[in-house]
Each structure stands twice: as structure tokens, then as C-alpha cells.
């Protein structure tokens, strides 16, 4: 085990040492957070003595020697013994912060308590972190890894690096290693989970940031690169402009004199550095020769002769050749006195060169060579220029020469690049080779780049290599870069504190909670318990109520299709309209429930407006005949015949609207307009009123369930106040709305907007067809009902229609009527039975008979109450009380769907 964790303890530390090295900001050694200091920490805080020094000594030397020796490449002393130094520092570092903590702080202090983080801060940190930093700093500062105008920043980053690595890992490592009965399993994953996340982005964000002040450094690199190479271009590129000037002078005159030359270069040479010398030859024969020598003899330079160059570099007089191309003229004549009359011609070099320049008509400059006047080995250019006769273009009168040394190419270049810390290398490419003109050595920088450019020149191609040198300035300090990871580190440790003092909290708060949560349990069963019980009351209260209205409304359509006296009959239609309004005032509850558990769907089938006109007229014209109002409905023309929607909630909408202007006007009038916007697809209703009115402070509440706007109103008026706010709902849910405008002793005024497309008129079946014309003239029906009334009633309206029946009481006694095959047609089946309800009768029968069209007739009208009807196995659902057309038509559609 001693193995084992002195093992751990070494690998961790150089590990955690590498991923340091890589938060290193450049160019300096120091990282803006060395984790590996924290490891050294933990390491001396959690293992006996002696495994502690071995471990952290081990993977401290090792992590350091990786770093100076180059992956341990390079085995010199100085890099050898400078890890050693620094790996010691390291460890001693480590064994001083653990003397720290156990001198100045308590052991068992735990690190979700503010004051035990604050003096690990102010004495772990920032006194055990100066060690490594001191040692390390000297050491590289010694040996010449680091210069002294880098020593403070590199000293500073390096304290800060250990100071945040320790404030950072130590917690995390004692934490991880704590017994769960201090932090528990889920503590530490809280913690340490988002922990890690918040490093990766630290992390990434620091490597974006050194990147980004990489590429500004290598952009100032390389702005400082392409001056020098512009200036080098601009230097070739003047050069060989002033040789032009010669052939102008040349080729113009009959005859230049030596003296003329040397006053016309005076003339172009002046402030000119970059030419060597420049000279005119013209190419001879053995005449010539004689010629020449003769014209300088008269001159006086009696010891003027053509001479040549030895291979050692000693002149001698040119022997007699077929033809020679000697430096006539030269100027300055000093410095390039052994250069007058040297045959060029003589070295190859040169005479291709020549050759070369005379064939192509064009400047041509030779390879890198060594000059005659000079008495060094330095390296120079020369460029020749041909110059022809202006009148014969064929004619070559001689070539205009100039001598490139490199300080001359390059100028102010060299001093200007020094100064910014750049050194170059100047080679020439031509033909794929590789001559050196002028070499400064290599880049040692290994992170930065080195700018290659190609210039042409005389035919020939140069490369002009630019890198920084060894006191290259990286411009300014990357405080951006260093600010990111140590203070995201610093964030990350505070965050650490702060889950784990949270977290502690939260355990504390949970168990409160926890026992709370089953408190708000219990009392959310009991308010669900209360919202079924609601449902179940609103279902039992419409059954109940729908059912004894089913034989009231039932047996006043009986009566009334009898022969009765004028009085009679008016006195039932009072009674079936009072009837139709117990009806609708239990469906406004019931939708009410429906709208605000948001189960209510709306109906998409024909709208026929002047069906819902005539109603609303034979509802509220003898009402407003007895109340003495005038009272009218005008139908717009432009309203359509058939448009598409929900009919009954629409008939609704104007029903509640025409009760509520009855029911608040005592005198005046009732208008209601009806019009339709086809461009929009918008159905408009309009009522007005010489009502009481609404007060302003009051109008927005009349919209409200159960609203109204006095409290006395439903003493005076009677009502529920449930009706606009129903009405509100349903249109809105046509995606319309009503508006409202009144004062209050004058009238109001209601608008009300919903968007029904346009159908199709189709044909409409009679309303009260003739016994012999009912389409069910001749079928049979199952009539399954409990209750004698209801019996009597479908009975009767099944009679009208020409169809017979047989009744069943009950479920059961339905289904062993239909197990005996009897000519059924359909059923009407009741729902709420004794002995066997409507559903399992349905499912029951269906067993025996898959395809008999059977139709609910109940007084469950909730949409679930339906729903449920269609689930069992029924084909169709009506509500009671049933009014008889609609049955009919109920009837007819399903037993049509079963004849297809």
C-alpha cells in the first residue's frame, strides 16, 4: 500500500504538472494556474510523512526535468540540474502549506464554513505559494532560461498560478477523500459535476484568449516582415531603374567620355547606397582592344591593360582572345580600381550572363559571386544592362552594369529589423537551387511562424526569409488571457464553497419539505376529491333535472300537435317556452363547467341564420307584445344562406344577449341587426337597448362568471350572471368577442364578431313529414328506457313517425330480447338503469349484433357523458329532453350510415 499511494501521489502530481504546463501564457515559463501545487498540498495533508515527500519529490523532478530537458532529449547539465532545483522547490513548497495548515487552522475545519476558506486564503496560499515561485524563478533566471525585464511578470504569474492551483485543488481533493458522514455522495456530485463544467469552459476560454493574442502577435510579426520585404522590392526595383538612365545615356550619344560618365553618375549615385559601383562595358574584338588601351595610354594610365581574374583571385593581364566584354568605365573609380578594364567575359558566370542579357534583350543578374575589388569573401550581385543603338535595335553598343552588395540590397533594412527584433536570411532560388547571399542563423522561436517572400530580379529568383530573433518583443503583456483562468478559477472555488454550504442547507431544508410536500399531498387529494365530487354533482343535478323536463317538454309537443282552442294553445306555447328556458339556463351551467375545465369543442356543420332569426322572433315577439317595447331583427341580405360553425351555441350567444335586453328594459326598444362581412369571413350581431344601462365603474365586470354589475340585480332581475361571461367564451372561441358600449340610464349597445366561413346550401329534409312520407315508416324499434313517462313519450314520437317499438326497462331485459334475434331496427338506449346500465347493455348486444345502429337517449349531457356513449359502442348521443325533430334526424343520419 506505501507503494502504491507514493506511486499515486507522483503520477497525479506530473499529470496534473503537464495540463499546468499547458495554461503557460507566452513566451514566459510561468502558468496562470498550476494545479500540481494544490496536488503537493493534498498530498503532504492526507499520506504519512515520509510517502508524502517521495511521491510529491518524484512526480515534481520528473514533471520539471520533461520540461527543461525537451521530453528528456536533451540530457545537459545545466538542463538537468535546473529541473532538479525546481522539483526540490516544488516539494519543500508542498511540505511548508501543510505546516501552515495544521499550525494556523483546524483540522477538522470544513470547507462549507466562510472563515475556515478565509484563512486557508490568507495563510495557505498566499504564504506557502512563494517557495516554488521563488526557487523556480532564480533557477531559470540563473541559467538564462528567462531575461531580467521578464523576471517580475514571470514571478508574479508564477505565485499567482500555485496561489490559485492550491486554493483550487486542495479543497476539491480533500472534499472527494472526506467521509460521507461529512459530505455525502450526493453533496460531492453537486458539487464537483457543475465543478467541472465550469472548468472545461474556463479552460476553452483561456486557450480562445491565448490563441486570439498569439494571432495579434503574429499579425504585428508579420506587418514588421512585410515593411522590410517591401523595402528590400522597392531597393531592387530602384536599382535597376537607374540602370536604365545609362542605356538612355548611351544609346543617345555618338561617344561618352570617361569623364562624362563619372559627371552623370555623380548625378544618378547621389544618396545612393544600394549600388557598389557601376560600370560600362562594350564587347571587343583584339582591335578594339589595342583601340582602348590606346585611348587611356594618351590619357595618361600608361599601365592601363584588359585583365582577367584567377581562380585564386589575383588579376593578371588578359591573354589575346577573339573577343573580350572589359569594364571601361566604373564609377566610384577608388573603391573599384581593380575591377577597371577586368574582362568579364572571361568568367563563365559573367559571360553567360552577358550572353544571356544580349540574346534576351533585358536585364540579366548573375549568381551570388565573389568581386574582384573586394578583398573578403563577401557575396555580391551584379545586373547588366544591354543597350542597343536607337536607330538598328540589332546593333548592341555595350551594357550598363551595377554591383549589388548585399548591405546595398538590403539597405536600412538590416538596422530597422534589429531594432524590431527581426532577423532575415537572403537566398537565391533560381533553377531550384538554394544560394545563400546573407544568413542571420535560424527562428528559436518555436511558436511563432517565419515569413517566406519571392522577389524576381534580373531574371533570377530571390527568397527573403523573416523571423524574430532571440530579443524578438512580444509587444505587451497578455493580462486578458491571465485574467481569464485565474479568475475563473478563483470563481470556480467560490462556487464550490457556495454548493457545499447550500447544499447543507438544502438537506436541512429538504427534510422540511419532504414533510410538507405530504401535508400539500393530503390537501391536494381532498380539493381533487372535492373537484370530482363538483363533476359528479353536475352530472347528477343535469340527469335529475333533464329528466322530469324530458316529460314536461315531451308532453307538450304531444299536446300540442292535438286539436286544441286558441287559448289552450297559447297557454302550452308559454309553458314550452318557459321550458326551452329552464333548458337553456341548465346547458349555461353546465357549459360554464364546460369552458372553464377546457372541454367544450365546438360543433363544424351548417349555420342557417334566418332559422336562428325566426326562433329569436317567436321566443320574444309576444314578450315584447305584453312588456309594450318595439322590438324588430333585421337581416342583412348579405348574410348567406347556409355558413359553417356551431348553430346551437351561436343561437346561444343571441339568446342571452335578447334575455338580458328584455330582462333590463322597461320602455323603448330592442334592435337586433344581423350582418355579415364576406371579405373577412365575419358574422356581426348587433343589439341595442333603452335599457337601464351599465355604470362605467361596473363594465368590467358584467363579463365576469357569476358577475353583474350590482349585487342587487339578481334580487331585482333575477338571473345568474353566468350568461355574457358564457356568451364571451363561446365567441372567442369562434375567434371573435363581444364589445359592450352603454350609459348608464340611457341604453346599451353589444357587439358581437365571429369568423364563420360560407357554405353550400344543400337540401333540407321536412320538418313534420306525413305519416306515409317519414322515411321510417315501417321500422321497428327497441325503446330501452326505465322510467314509464319517458316510455310513453319516445313511444309516442316514434308512433308519428310511423315506426313501431318494443320497450325493455332495463339492460338486462334488453339483451336477452336481442339475444332472440327479433326484427329490431335500432335502439334507443337509456344510459342510468337498474339491474344493467346502458353501457354494458351496449357492449353486451354488440357481442351478439356488431352492426344494429344503437343511439344513446340520456340525460347525461356532459361531453364526457358522450364520450362515454360513443366508447361503449353506441353510434350516436342525444340529450334529453328530446325534442322530436332532432331525434328524427339523428335516426335517419345513422341509420343511413349503416345502409351504405
Known amino acids: 500500500?506505501?507503494?502504491?499511494?507514493?506511486?499515486?501521489?507522483?503520477?497525479?502530481?506530473?499529470?496534473?504538472?503537464?495540463?499546468?504546463?499547458?495554461?503557460?501564457?507566452?513566451?514566459?515559463?510561468?502558468?496562470?494556474?498550476?494545479?500540481?501545487?494544490?496536488?503537493?498540498?493534498?498530498?503532504?495533508?492526507?499520506?504519512?510523512?515520509?510517502?508524502?515527500?517521495?511521491?510529491?519529490?518524484?512526480?515534481?523532478?520528473?514533471?520539471?526535468?520533461?520540461?527543461?530537458?525537451?521530453?528528456?532529449s536533451d540530457l545537459a547539465l545545466l538542463s538537468v540540474t535546473s529541473g532538479l532545483a525546481m522539483g526540490a522547490g516544488a516539494t519543500v513548497q508542498g511540505a511548508f502549506g501543510a505546516w501552515l495548515y495544521r499550525t494556523y487552522l483546524s483540522t477538522d475545519g470544513r470547507w462549507d464554513e466562510i472563515h475556515h476558506l478565509f484563512r486557508f486564503c490568507a495563510i495557505v496560499v498566499v504564504l506557502g505559494s512563494v517557495v516554488s515561485t521563488t526557487v523556480g524563478n532564480l533557477t531559470l533566471f540563473v541559467n538564462g532560461f528567462i531575461v531580467t525585464d521578464r523576471l517580475l511578470f514571470n514571478w508574479i504569474t508564477w505565485w499567482a498560478g500555485d496561489a490559485i492551483g492550491t486554493l483550487l485543488v486542495a479543497p476539491v481533493l480533500l472534499v472527494l477523500v472526506a467521509p460521507v458522514a461529512v459530505y455525502s455522495v450526493s453533496r460531492k456530485l453537486k458539487a464537483m459535476i457543475p465543478l467541472v463544467v465550469i472548468l472545461a469552459a474556463v479552460l476553452a476560454l483561456f486557450h480562445k484568449s491565448v490563441s486570439f493574442h498569439r494571432d495579434q502577435i503574429i499579425n504585428d510579426l508579420r506587418s514588421s516582415a512585410d515593411q522590410l520585404a517591401q523595402t528590400v522590392e522597392a531597393r531592387l526595383t530602384i536599382s535597376e531603374n537607374k540602370l536604365l538612365s545609362y542605356a538612355a545615356l548611351f544609346s543617345a550619344s555618338e561617344f561618352v567620355s570617361p569623364e562624362e560618365f563619372a559627371q552623370f553618375s555623380e548625378r544618378v549615385m547621389v544618396s545612393d547606397d544600394a549600388f557598389f559601383g557601376v560600370g560600362w562595358t562594350e564587347p571587343l574584338d583584339q582591335e578594339g582592344r589595342l583601340r582602348w588601351e590606346a585611348f587611356y595610354h594618351e590619357r595618361g594610365r600608361e599601365d592601363f591593360t584588359l585583365t582577367e581574374l584567377t581562380p585564386d583571385g589575383k588579376l593578371i593581364p588578359a591573354p589575346v582572345r577573339d573577343s573580350y566584354h572589359p569594364v571601361l568605365y566604373i564609377y566610384p573609380f577608388g573603391p573599384n580600381r581593380k575591377a577597371f578594364g577586368l574582362n568579364l567575359s572571361a568568367n563563365p558566370q559573367r559571360k553567360a550572363a552577358l550572353m544571356q542579357a544580349e540574346s534576351e534583350k533585358r536585364p540579366v543578374s548573375t549568381a551570388p559571386i565573389i568581386l574582384a575589388q573586394e578583398a573578403g569573401?563577401?557575396?555580391?550581385?551584379?545586373?547588366?544592362?544591354?543597350?542597343?543603338?536607337?536607330?538598328?535595335?540589332?546593333?548592341?553598343?555595350?551594357?550598363?552594369?551595377?554591383?549589388?552588395?548585399?548591405?546595398?540590397?538590403?539597405?536600412?533594412?538590416?538596422?530597422?529589423?534589429?531594432?524590431?527584433?527581426?532577423?532575415?536570411?537572403?537566398?537565391?532560388?533560381?533553377?531550384?537551387?538554394?544560394?545563400?547571399?546573407?544568413?542571420?542563423?535560424?527562428?528559436?522561436h518555436a511558436s511563432l511562424p517565419m515569413f517566406a517572400y519571392d522577389e524576381s530580379f534580373g531574371t533570377r529568383q530571390y527568397r527573403l526569409e523573416i523571423f524574430p530573433a532571440d530579443n524578438f518583443s512580444y509587444g505587451r503583456n497578455d493580462w486578458t488571457s491571465y485574467v481569464i483562468l485565474s479568475g475563473g478559477f478563483v470563481i470556480a472555488t467560490l462556487f464550490l464553497v457556495f454548493v457545499l454550504t447550500t447544499t447543507g442547507q438544502i438537506e436541512t431544508v429538504q427534510r422540511q419539505v419532504a414533510l410538507r410536500t405530504r401535508e400539500l399531498s393530503d390537501a391536494v387529494s381532498r380539493a381533487n376529491a372535492a373537484n370530482d365530487a363538483k363533476s359528479a354533482f353536475l352530472a347528477n343535478m343535469s340527469h335529475e333535472l333533464r329528466t322530469p323536463l324530458n316529460?314536461?317538454?315531451?308532453?307538450?309537443?304531444?299536446?300540442?300537435?292535438?286539436?286544441?282552442?286558441?287559448?289552450?294553445?297559447?297557454?302550452?306555447?308559454?309553458?314550452?317556452?318557459a321550458s326551452v328556458t329552464l333548458l337553456g339556463l341548465i346547458n349555461q351551467t353546465l357549459n360554464y363547467a364546460r369552458i372553464e375545465s377546457g372541454n367544450m369543442e365546438l360543433e363544424v356543420s351548417e349555420v342557417r341564420m334566418r332559422r336562428v332569426v325566426r326562433k329569436m322572433e317567436a321566443l320574444f315577439g309576444h314578450v315584447a307584445d305584453e312588456s309594450g317595447l318595439?322590438?324588430?331583427?333585421?337581416?342583412?341580405?348579405?348574410?348567406?344562406?347556409?355558413?359553417?360553425?356551431?348553430?346551437?351555441?351561436?343561437?346561444?350567444?343571441?339568446?342571452?344577449?335578447?334575455?338580458?335586453?328584455?330582462?333590463?328594459?322597461?320602455?323603448?326598444?330592442?334592435?337586433?341587426?344581423?350582418?355579415?362581412?364576406?371579405?373577412?369571413?365575419?358574422?356581426?350581431?348587433?343589439?341595442?337597448?333603452?335599457?337601464?344601462?351599465?355604470?362605467a365603474d361596473k363594465m368590467q365586470h358584467i363579463f365576469a362568471a357569476f358577475g353583474q354589475a350590482d349585487a342587487s340585480i339578481s334580487r331585482r332581475y333575477g338571473g345568474t350572471g353566468l350568461g355574457l361571461s358564457i356568451s364571451r367564451r363561446m365567441a372567442q372561441m369562434m375567434g371573435g368577442d363581444i364589445l359592450v358600449r352603454s350609459t348608464e340610464g340611457e341604453g346599451s349597445e353589444f357587439f358581437v364578431f365571429m369568423y364563420l366561413k360560407e357554405g353550400e346550401e344543400a337540401p333540407q329534409p321536412p320538418i313534420n313529414p306525413a305519416l306515409g312520407d317519414s322515411p321510417l315508416a315501417g321500422k321497428c324499434a327497441l325503446i330501452?328506457?326505465?322510467?314509464?313517462?319517458?316510455?310513453?313519450?319516445?313511444?309516442?314520437?316514434?308512433?308519428?313517425?310511423?315506426?313501431?317499438?318494443?320497450?325493455?326497462?332495463?339492460?338486462?331485459?334488453?339483451?336477452?330480447?336481442?339475444?332472440?334475434?327479433?326484427?329490431?331496427?335500432?335502439?334507443?338506449?337509456?344510459?342510468?338503469?337498474?339491474v344493467m346500465d346502458g353501457y354494458t347493455a351496449t357492449r353486451e348486444i354488440r357481442k351478439l349484433l356488431p352492426d344494429i345502429p344503437i343511439i344513446g337517449m340520456t340525460a347525461n349531457a356532459m361531453d364526457d357523458d358522450k364520450k362515454a356513449c360513443l366508447e361503449a359502442g353506441m353510434n350516436d348521443h342525444i340529450a334529453k329532453p328530446i325534442d322530436p325533430d332532432t331525434l328524427l334526424q339523428r335516426i335517419e343520419a345513422t341509420l343511413a350510415t349503416h345502409e351504405m
Open 630 to 695: 318595439e322590438f324588430d331583427i333585421t337581416l342583412s341580405r348579405d348574410v348567406p344562406d347556409v355558413l359553417i360553425g356551431d348553430e346551437l351555441r351561436i343561437e346561444q350567444i343571441v339568446l342571452n344577449l335578447l334575455s338580458n335586453a328584455f330582462k333590463f328594459t322597461r320602455e323603448g326598444s330592442i334592435h337586433l341587426t344581423v350582418s355579415y362581412n364576406s371579405a373577412e369571413e365575419k358574422l356581426q350581431v348587433r343589439l341595442q337597448d333603452t335599457g337601464v344601462g351599465i355604470p
Open 377 to 444: 569573401r563577401k557575396r555580391a550581385i551584379i545586373l547588366y544592362m544591354p543597350v542597343f543603338d536607337l536607330e538598328n535595335e540589332e546593333t548592341l553598343l555595350g551594357f550598363a552594369s551595377g554591383v549589388l552588395k548585399v548591405q546595398g540590397i538590403l539597405g536600412e533594412s538590416v538596422f530597422q529589423s534589429r531594432r524590431v527584433g527581426l532577423k532575415f536570411n537572403l537566398y537565391d532560388v533560381t533553377g531550384g537551387t538554394r544560394l545563400p547571399i546573407y544568413e542571420e542563423g535560424e527562428s528559436v
Open 1 to 72: 500500500m506505501p507503494v502504491i499511494r507514493i506511486v499515486v501521489a507522483a503520477l497525479a502530481y506530473f499529470l496534473m504538472a503537464r495540463l499546468g504546463a499547458t495554461l503557460a501564457i507566452p513566451p514566459d515559463y510561468a502558468a496562470a494556474v498550476w494545479p500540481a501545487a494544490g496536488i503537493a498540498l493534498g498530498a503532504f495533508l492526507l499520506l504519512p510523512r515520509i510517502e508524502a515527500w517521495l511521491g510529491v519529490a518524484a512526480g515534481a523532478v520528473l514533471a520539471n526535468l520533461y520540461t527543461t530537458t525537451a521530453t528528456f
Open 551 to 577: 316529460a314536461i317538454n315531451g308532453f307538450l309537443k304531444l299536446v300540442l300537435d292535438t286539436s286544441l282552442t286558441p287559448t289552450q294553445k297559447d297557454y302550452l306555447l308559454k309553458a314550452d317556452l
Open 784 to 834: 330501452v328506457e326505465d322510467v314509464q313517462v319517458n316510455q310513453l313519450i319516445v313511444q309516442e314520437f316514434m308512433h308519428k313517425y310511423g315506426v313501431s317499438s318494443v320497450i325493455a326497462e332495463n339492460g338486462q331485459v334488453a339483451l336477452e330480447l336481442m339475444s332472440k334475434s327479433p326484427a329490431v331496427d335500432f335502439i334507443l338506449m337509456d344510459v342510468q338503469m337498474p
